[in-house]
């Protein structure tokens, strides 16, 4: 399962977002669970999409093609709060 984070450089919530996300594939609860992270910053196309809404993340359908979107937890949310959010959407 692949989860896909658009973001880009200086962003203290996409940071924090990272961080947690990979915290929770350290802690391999969620089999096979990766991370692409996607800096808007490298595509025009990624950047007019996201630049006021990054950190945008999505799920990563099993035809690789089709974006599922997450909603965008709180900045405050714990680890385990949103590896049960996780859950439910994967």
Known sequence: MQLVLYTKAGCHLCEGLQEKLETIIQMGNIPSLELEIR?????DDWFKAYE??????????????NL?????????????????ILQNYL
């Not at 800096?39 to 595509?43: A, G, L, P």
């Not at 990054?54 to 099993?62: H, K, N, T």
């Open 68 to 84: 599922r979107p997450i909603p965008r937890p709180s900045p405050r949310i714990t680890v385990q709060k949103l590896e049960k």
């Open 52 to 65: 006021y809404e990054i950190p945008v993340l999505f799920y990563m359908g099993e035809d690789r093609d």
């Open 39 to 43: 800096d808007i910053t490298t595509r």
